[in-house]
């Protein structure tokens, strides 16, 4: 079964940017949806956009419309989620997650990536 | 839109059974059967327990259950155990026009 592993963690300053990375530890993920899913300190989990790997179809939530960039490599092993803009309160835990076909459910998650923003 | 309304805590022994709910609307978990729940212990990678509302991955103990009745979903942990002891968080496919998916608050299960 395939397995997401995700970048290692980030410390970034207000107003960077951020990429994070999800590799398929076997073959690819055609077929799949990969999500991308944080959680900040304290917090929930929350949705903030996806990516159909086969067309490269995105979705964003509103919350992160034009912050936020998903993409993957022509090999479709990897996927990844740049966040630009950071603020403070992005700091948070950011998860893939994977969506086989069009199931509307996150079967497979990678490890994590702490993304902290500070000055 | 907002999260779905979970209890922030429920608490039972070992071998008893607990009940938490994740409250919607009409556009989430009242318009379709796409609940998920998901167990999230510290340091690891949060796991799929129930989706479709009442379905189990392959490899979930059978003590994990789900139910929905209208706008309300709610995950059922039967004879509890002290592994079970994590945080969940219940999902729903949503028809709202600014996200896609909404998360529950987040239920911390305490096994005393």
């Known amino acids: 079964q395939v397995q997401l592993v995700q970048s290692g963690a980030e410390v970034k300053n207000p107003g960077a940017s951020v990429m994070v990375s999800c590799k398929a530890s076997?073959?690819?993920?055609?077929?799949?949806?990969i999500h991308w899913v944080r959680q900040a300190p304290g917090q929930g989990l929350e949705w903030m956009g996806c990516i159909n790997i086969n067309n490269g179809g995105t979705r964003y939530a509103q919350e992160f419309q034009g912050r936020v960039t998903v993409t993957r490599d022509t090999s479709i092993t990897t996927a990844s989620m740049e966040l630009s803009g950071l603020i403070s309160d992005d700091t948070a835990l950011y998860y893939c997650?994977?969506?086989?076909?069009?199931?509307?459910?996150?079967?497979?998650w990678g490890q994590g990536t702490l993304v902290t923003v500070s000055s | 839109q907002s999260a779905l309304t979970q209890p922030a805590s429920v608490s039972g022994s070992p071998g008893q059974s607990i009940t938490i709910s994740c409250t919607g609307s009409s556009s989430d978990v009242g318009a379709y059967n796409y609940v998920s729940w998901y167990q999230l212990h510290p340091g690891k990678a949060p796991k799929l327990m129930i989706y479709d509302v009442s379905n189990r991955p392959s490899g979930v103990s059978n003590r994990f259950s789900g139910f929905k009745s209208a706008n309300t979903a709610s995950l059922t942990i039967s004879g509890l155990q002290p592994e079970d002891e994590a945080d969940y968080y219940c999902s729903s496919f949503t028809s709202s026009s600014t996200l896609a998916y909404v998360f529950g608050t987040g239920t911390k299960v305490t096994v005393l």
């Open positions: 997650a994977g969506e086989v076909g069009v199931t509307k459910n996150f079967h497979l």
């Open positions: 076997r073959n690819t993920f055609t077929g799949y949806h």
